[in-house]
C-alpha cells in the first residue's frame, strides 16, 4: 500500500484519517505522516491500516495498475 493508494481507500469509505487510525489501532500522526509521504511506518502499523480498510471492504489492485476499489455488498 502506498500513501496515494491509502488516501483513495480512505476516500472510497468516506473516513476521515482518524477513523483509519481507529480502526487500525494506531496513532493519527502515523496515518498523516503516511499518508504525506513525509515517513514509512513501522511494517506492522502499515499492515494494520491496510487491513482496516480491506476489513471495511477495500481490494487493493496490484499488477502495472495498482489501485483501488470496493467489494460488492456480500462479496
Request: with cysteine.
Amino acid at each position: 500500500m502506498s500513501p496515494v493508494t491509502c488516501r483513495a481507500a480512505r476516500a472510497l469509505l468516506a473516513w476521515p484519517q482518524q477513523q483509519l487510525a481507529s480502526a487500525a489501532n494506531i496513532g493519527l500522526s502515523t496515518v498523516k505522516s503516511f499518508e504525506g509521504g513525509n515517513t514509512l511506518p513501522r511494517r506492522t502499523s502499515l499492515d494494520a491500516m491496510q487491513r482496516a480498510l480491506e476489513a471495511a471492504g477495500v481490494t487493493f489492485t496490484n499488477g502495472g495498475e495498482p489501485g483501488v476499489k470496493l467489494r460488492k455488498a456480500g462479496s
